[in-house]
């Protein structure tokens, strides 16, 4: 579910405007004039993306909303929903815990959790129960070493230090591309920014996995069934389709960048 990605995407999106405030650049090279508006095009994508995000977030909620009103056979909670779906997974070193917010929910791998928000927890919705499922879809990837997973993992430390100094990276490239016309720092920059890229691509398996695991053990258990499992598929299709749009956004803030830059040769 998304957690902590959709401020992440809010801070690669707002990158391009704080570049697009150091004005008073004028280029006759015809190069240069391409790839300035390459780079504008690239900024109107940003934008473009920017606005289907958030219409993919609203419809997420109310996608949500409308099946946290669902209440399926069984009347099996979201905590006793992934309890099953652990035990059936013979995972049994995984804790099901309760944590406050709204679509807060994620397993957490150091602490060997799956963390269920309020509307999740001790809801009998056929919301609460996907979102439950897909939580512990990420256990079972966990428990199997699933690769990208294992990659998100490891990228972790590096993006959340790289995404923090990148901004501040690029600018200090562009005044040394200005008054020293060296490249080094803003390609050093760029490279941090495409740690993000990558950070995001490397999301859209673990998430689409973790989905298709989710709805898979739900019909072969028989927890759910029917109209119902395909309501669970289309909640879990919306939240998938946040990270897509979190993914296309970060590689048109790379490319931003890169013609950014070749644009400002000399
Ligand atoms: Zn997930």
């Not at 697009?20 to 934008?47: C, H, K, R, V």
């Not at 995972?91 to 963390?115: A, E, W």
């Not at 100094?165 to 920059?189: H, R």
Request: with cysteine; glycine share 6%.
């Amino acid at each position: 579910m998304p957690t902590g990605q959709q401020t992440k995407t809010q801070k690669i999106m707002l990158q391009p405007l704080v570049s697009l405030l150091q004005a008073g650049y004028y280029t006759t090279n015809p190069d240069a004039m391409a790839y300035s508006s390459a780079q504008a095009g690239m900024f109107i994508l940003i934008i473009a993306i920017g606005i289907i995000g958030y219409i993919v977030q609203a419809r997420l909620q109310s996608v949500f909303k409308k099946y946290s009103r669902v209440q399926f056979p069984g009347g099996l909670t979201g905590a006793e929903v992934a309890e099953k779906m652990l035990r059936d997974h013979h995972i049994y070193n995984v804790k099901v815990t309760h944590v406050s917010g709204m679509l807060t929910d994620h397993f957490n791998p150091k602490t060997m959790t799956v963390n269920l928000s309020d509307a999740v927890y001790s809801s009998t919705s056929v919301a609460a129960a996907a979102v439950a499922a897909h939580e512990c879809g990420h256990a079972v990837q966990h428990a199997q070493e699933y690769a990208p997973l294992v990659m998100r993992s490891q990228l972790v430390p590096v993006v959340q230090f790289a995404s923090s100094a990148a901004t501040w990276v690029i600018i200090l490239g562009l005044v040394l591309l200005a008054s020293t016309n060296n490249e080094t720092v803003c390609w050093l920059g760029v490279g941090m920014i495409a740690m993000s890229a990558l950070f995001s691509i490397v999301t859209l398996p673990v998430e689409y996995n973790a989905s298709s695991r989710a709805l898979a053990w739900l019909e072969s258990s028989r927890t759910m069934q029917g109209v119902q499992i395909d309501q669970a598929r289309e909640a879990l299709t919306w939240a998938a389709r946040t990270y897509l749009v979190a993914a296309l956004s970060a590689i048109a803030s790379v490319l931003y960048y890169v013609f950014l830059i070749l644009g400002r040769r000399d």
